[in-house]
Structures are given as C-alpha cells and as structure tokens.
C-alpha cells in the first residue's frame, strides 16, 4: 500500500570516515552496492554544491570528510511502507557492514602500521647488532693489536744491551728489563713493585738523584760511577729519565757498563800524550844536535892540541917563548885537563840522551829482518849476565830465569838490536827492583814466556819483585820518570822502549803490576811490518 | 897517512866553530882543508881548482846541500862527498844515490870522534885510486 507521507523521506546515514583516507571511494562502493539492490530506486552521490533535490541522496562531500552523510530520498512512492522498511534496514545494515569494513581497514591499517613499524625497528635492531658485532670484531682486532704492539715493545726492551729500570712515583721497579736480570740476578717478576733500591743495591747512592729526577721533571746523568760487580772494578753509565705523560709518572733508570769504553779512552789518552811528548822531544833533539857536535868536536881538538904526540904543538909552544911540557904541566896541576873530561863525558852523556829520545819519532830506515826471538831472549839474558853497571847493584845471576817458550812461534820480522834493547832494559828494570827490596820473602825470579798469535806473538816478562802502585804505573813509560835516586839513571829506558816497541815496530807494550804482587810487562810484535802506512 | 899529493877537502856549514873544528881537526892531519859558510861560495872554489872531498852540511842557507852536490858534480865529476847533517831523519834522495854516495857516506851530528871522518876520506881516497 502507498503511504503518501513517505513520498519525501529523507534518510541521513552516518558513516564515519574520518580515518579513510579517500572517503569518496567508500561513499561510491555504497551507493553501487545501493544501486544493485534496488532497481527501482536511483541512488546517487552528490556534492556540496549541487541542488539537492527530493529523493536525491546527498552526500556532503565536505562533510564527508568529517562525517560522511549519505541521506536517501524516496523520488517515488512506488516503495510501500514495509520495502521502505526494508530498505531502511538494508541501508542501516550496509551502512554497518561498510563502517566495519571501515573499521577493519583501519586495523588493518593499523596493523600494517604496527607491523611496519616493528619491521622497521627490527631492521634498526638488526643493523644495531650487526653493528654491534662488528664493533666488537673491531674491539677484538684492537686487543689484539695492543698485545701484539705490548709483546713487541717487550722484545725490544729486552733485547736491549741496557739495563733498563721503569720505576713508579714511589721509587718502586715497575720495569725490569732482561739485562737488568743478567745483571742483578734477580727476575722481573721478583723485582717487581720492590723498591729498586733494595734490589739493586748498588743505586743506593744515587737514591736522591732518583728523586730529584722524578720531581723536577729534569733528567739526572752519572757518565762514570765506579761499582765492584764480581770482585772487579766496572765503570757504570747511569742516567735517569723521569717518565711524563700525563704530569711525571716515574722514571726510567738506563745503565750501561762501560768499563771497556773506558779503559780504551784511558789508553787513547795514554797513546796520545806519549805521542805528544815524542814529537816535542824528537823536534829538541834535532835543535840540539849541532851545539853538541861544537862541544864534542872542540873538546876533541883542545886535547888533540895540548898532546905532546903531535910536533906541530910542540912547534908553536916553542915559536910562542915557551914549552908544550911546562903548558900540560901547568894545566894537569889546575885541573883543566879533568875539566875538558868532565865536558866531553857530559857532552857524550847528553848525545845519547838526544839519541834515546831520537827514537821517540819514526826510524830514519828500516834495519829489519827475520828474527829468532827465543835466540834472542838468550841473548839479553846473556847481555843482562855480564852487564857491568847492572853488576855493581845486582848480580843478574842469582834471579831465577823460568822459561815458557811457544815451541812453534815463527820468525818476527823486526830490528833485532832495538828489540835486545827493550829486553835487556826490561831485565835491568827487574834486577833494580830486587836490589832495592832484597828482603823479600820468595827467591828471586823472572819468567820469561813467549805465545804465538795468528798475527803476532806475545813476549811477556814477569818477575816476582816489589811490583808498584797505581801511580807509578801509570807514568812508568813517561820520559824522565824515574823512581831512582838522582844520577842513577836518566829515566829514558822504558820510554825508549816504548815508542820502539809502538812505533819502530807497530806493537803494543803495557804493564800490569801491583805492590807485592810482582810486575808483568807484556810485550805484542806484528808477525810482519808489511802494510803498515809508509814512513 | 894521507899520501905525498895531498888530499884537498872542501867543507860546506853555515856554524863557524863547526868548519873551525873540522878544519883544525883534518889540517893536523895533514889534508888541504878550505871551509866556506854556503853553497854558492863552494862552487865559486870549485871553479878555481880541483878538490878530492867535500864534507857537506845539508842545511844551508840559500841553495840546499842536495843541489849544492848536483851543480858540484857537474863541475868536477871527481869529487867524493860526505855529508855531515844534523837532521835527524835524513834519507839519501835517488838523485845523490846515483852518484854512488850510500848510508856509509852520512854522518849524523854529532860526531863523536872526528877520526871516523878521516876513515871515510881514507876510503873514499883509495875507491877513487881504484878507479
């Protein structure tokens, strides 16, 4: 049945569409689902501004975006009331159908948002932990470098010919090298966090210096600390390095031994004043050659002419009123006759003076040859027997000659008279040693021992005198120095021959000895003087 | 002994007492001595006679006893020489070694017998009447 009063209804749905995103999509899926349903029935969606019309459905497109109408006019009144029922229903249900979906989508929606979301914070997670991992791939290459850079400054420091100490603010041992082990004796683990005072105990002296390079910042140097380290004497190289990184953290003790360093500096320093005092001398004895030629010459010719041998002064005596005999007489009583001995002596004395220190400079000419040197051992001894000054002192024979001959030692080439000469002064420095101490406790001896190097062979002369002080012993080979009484020897034996031993022959010569432990010179001759620089 | 022609030495040294010994020494043995203080001096006598020896200083003042001898050589092949030197590292240059003087023929200052010196003019004499 028609109903004329629902000839204009207007039905105002609500539809939520504030979420979706394209509202008008929704509202035209609606109005085709509407369109489908009912045949008789136009449904269609308008906008805003279009004249709405009865039985036109609206839909506000501006509202649409807040709320979404959907308003349904009935254009007909073919729809009775109960298919206007109906459709109400209908619409009300796909009304709820479409805002579930709705709902559904933004869910969904929602969903999607969530899931990308945790897609993405797991991808951040992801590339946290990747990044996490390689961070501690990083970290371990990083240890692992450190131990092996650690490992390798350990080799080095250990490797070093130093002793090398790091100590902390306190003074105790924080480092303790592998020299520094040889040297104590005691390990690294040992000496660790001691004070390095108690385990090295030869620093103990030196404790302030430690200090005061630990708090000034300024580094303390020692170049010759003299220590005992197994019974001997060694000089010791100490310089203190105070440790600043952040502000001053320690310090690190070097140490070196330098005992040999400086027992050649020691013998450089001796090589290098004999050398000194031989070119003074050899310059003076060149000066004083020729007023000694005038002394000798003219003391010569004075007593040639006062000789009665010679008729020519007999001659001119008598040309002169007088006679050559009452002349000597004359002279004989006022001793001018011993005066004109005296000068020739002196002058004779002085030239030999002049020819031992000729041979502080190189020799003139080479008088060299191949030399038995057992044959001339024998030979000084020999000399040394029968010298007449020597006797007056000491008789040479009653010392004890022990001999240790190298039965293969090979011919020296050398100048034989000069090295006799070394030889016999060396017995003759023994002999004067023994006179002057005769009561001493053992018999006399000098042992006599030759040793053959690949390039040299070794004379060595020992006798079990009085032996000598540091002091002596280190001006023994100066020229001049004497420890005899005046006028009973110039002096110039040992420093003759030295510089015949260095540099006639390019040898060594050195002496060791000690107060009541006797005296040993040992004497090194090159096999051969070839390839020695020319004169 | 010198023989009956006298021998005549020439002695070349800058120090007086040194040719005043020397000269009174060899004149009491009989030799023709003349003594002059530099080279130049010597070759001016050698030009005027002939002379058996020469005892030569070698440090002179103006030419050096090494040329002395070469310029003497030239002016009398003959002449024998023996130097008497003071320096004490003298070595024989070639030059005088090829006119047959050697290591005997040097006489280093001082001398300590002036008869050592009449030996040498003894035997330079009797090489040369050898030859």
């Known amino acids: 049945m028609k109903n004329s009063h629902l000839e204009h209804d207007i039905f105002l749905l609500m539809v939520n569409l504030t979420q979706v995103k394209r509202p008008e999509r929704i509202l035209n899926i609606f109005l085709e689902a509407l369109n489908s349903l009912w045949e008789d029935v136009t449904f269609r969606l308008l906008s805003a501004d279009d004249q709405a019309e009865t039985g036109d459905i609206v839909a506000i497109e501006t509202m649409s975006k807040a709320f979404g109408y959907i308003s349904i006019e009935d254009t007909t009144s073919r729809l009775t009331i109960e298919e206007h029922a109906l459709l109400r229903n209908a619409i009300r249900m796909i009304a709820l159908i479409l805002e579930n979906r709705v709902q559904e989508k933004l869910l969904s929606d929602k969903n999607l948002q969530l899931e990308t979301l945790v897609r993405e914070r797991t991808a951040e997670l992801r590339q946290a932990n990747a990044g996490l991992k390689a961070e501690i791939a990083e970290r371990n290459k990083t240890a692992l470098e450190l131990r092996r850079i650690r490992n390798y400054l350990k080799e080095i420091i250990n490797a070093m010919p130093s002793v090398l100490i790091g100590v902390d603010r306190e003074g105790c041992v924080t480092q303790w090298n592998a020299q520094t082990e040889r040297m104590t004796g005691i390990r690294a683990d040992e000496a660790q966090e001691q004070k390095v005072v108690d385990v090295f105990p030869e620093l103990q002296g030196y404790r302030d210096k430690i200090v005061q390079s630990i708090q000034t910042g300024a580094l303390q140097h020692l170049p010759k600390v003299s220590v005992q380290l197994n019974n001997e004497l060694h000089y010791l190289d100490i310089a203190i390095y105070p440790l600043i990184i952040e502000g001053i953290e320690g310090a690190v003790i070097r140490i070196d031994d330098v005992t040999s360093r400086i027992r050649l500096e020691e013998r450089m320093i001796q090589t290098e004043k004999m050398r000194s005092l031989g070119e003074l001398a050899a310059g003076m004895a060149h000066e004083i050659n020729n007023p000694l030629g005038i002394i000798l010459q003219g003391i010569q010719n004075t007593q040639r002419r006062l000789s009665a041998s010679f008729p020519k002064n007999q001659e001119i005596a008598r040309a002169c009123g007088t006679n050559l005999q009452a002349i000597r007489t004359y002279l004989e009583q006022r001793h001018i006759f011993q005066y004109l001995t005296g000068i020739q002596n002196a002058g004779r004395r002085a030239s030999k003076i002049v020819t031992n220190m000729l041979s502080f400079s190189r020799p003139g000419e080479s008088g060299m040859s191949q030399t038995d040197l057992h044959a ?18 000491y008789d040479f024979r009653h010392i004890d000659i022990v001999r240790q001959y190298d039965p293969s030692l090979p011919p020296v080439q050398c100048i034989a008279t000069e090295i006799e000469q070394v030889i016999l002064n060396l017995f003759k420095n023994s002999t004067q040693a023994f006179a002057q101490n005769q009561s001493l406790s053992a018999p006399p001896q000098i042992r006599l021992q030759t040793k053959r190097e690949p390039q040299a062979v070794v004379i060595t002369v020992e006798d079990n005198g009085p032996g000598m002080d540091a002091d002596i012993r280190k001006h023994i080979f100066e020229p001049f120095y004497t420890t005899k009484a005046v006028g009973a020897g110039t002096g110039l034996g040992l420093a003759v021959s030295y510089f015949i031993i260095t540099t006639h022959h390019t040898g060594d010569i050195a002496v060791e000895s000690e107060v009541g432990r006797g005296t040993r010179f040992t004497i090194r001759l090159p096999l051969s003087q070839e390839g020695r620089y020319a004169a | ?20 010994n020397l000269v009174d020494y060899l004149e009491d043995e009989g030799y023709r001595v003349m003594a002059v203080c530099s080279g130049e001096s010597a070759l001016a006598l050698l030009r005027t006679r002939p002379y058996d020896t020469a005892i030569v200083d070698m440090r002179l003042p103006g030419m050096d006893g090494n040329s002395f001898i070469g310029e003497a050589h030239r002016l009398q092949p003959h002449l024998r020489y023996l130097i008497h030197t003071g320096s004490t590292t003298y070595a024989l240059p070639p030059e005088l070694q090829s006119l047959g003087i050697t290591k005997d023929h040097i006489f280093f200052k001082p001398i300590h017998d002036m008869d050592t010196l009449v030996e040498a003019i003894e035997n330079l004499t009797k090489e040369n009447q050898h030859v």
Do not use: F, G
Not at chain 1, 376 to 393: F, G, I, T, V
Not at chain 2, 1 to 20: K, N, Q, S
């Open chain 2, 1 to 20: 002994m010198p023989p009956d022609d006298p021998i005549h030495i020439l002695i070349i040294d800058d120090e007086d007492m040194v040719r005043l």
């Open chain 1, 376 to 393: 001339l051992l024998e030979e000084s001894l020999e000399l040394a027997a029968n010298d007449y000054d020597l006797k007056k002192q």
